[in-house]
Nanobody
């Protein structure tokens, strides 16, 4: 069974930081582009960042550019999203997803191009 699981969410104070972890079972993440997305209450799902197969390219959406780092640990079959300078507007459910659509050269966070999704982890930024 192919499954992605996100952990690392929780309550964070404004200007704080966190690291979200995406682990996989049943698929080797290094064979996929991995994206991070979020969905806030009443809003559409938003793509944040992606990492190509073989880590040859990384892309960040404007809302998190300069505040986020996506990385991969091949040995652990895990992808991380570290974020700092968190703001209340970062409050959302955060999802990781895997895509076989993209080449090794580039990726984007078009959610319809991602086949496998985790269940999400809640991040709440509040004092």
């Amino acid at each position: 069974q192919m499954q992605l699981v996100e952990v690392g969410g929780g309550l964070v104070q404004p200007e704080g930081s966190l690291r979200l972890t995406c682990t996989a079972s049943g698929l080797v993440l290094d064979n996929y582009a991995i994206g991070w997305f979020r969905q806030a209450p009443g809003k559409e799902r938003e793509g944040l960042s992606c990492l190509t197969k073989k880590d040859s390219d990384i892309w960040y959406a404007e809302p998190v550019r300069g505040r986020a780092i996506i990385s991969r640990d091949k040995a652990r079959n895990t992808v991380y999203l570290e974020m700092n300078g968190l703001k209340p507007e970062d409050t959302a459910v955060y999802y990781c997803a895997a895509s076989s659509h993209y080449s090794n050269r580039w990726c984007r966070v078009r959610d319809f191009e991602y086949e496998y999704w985790g269940q999400g982890t809640q991040v709440t930024v509040s004092s």
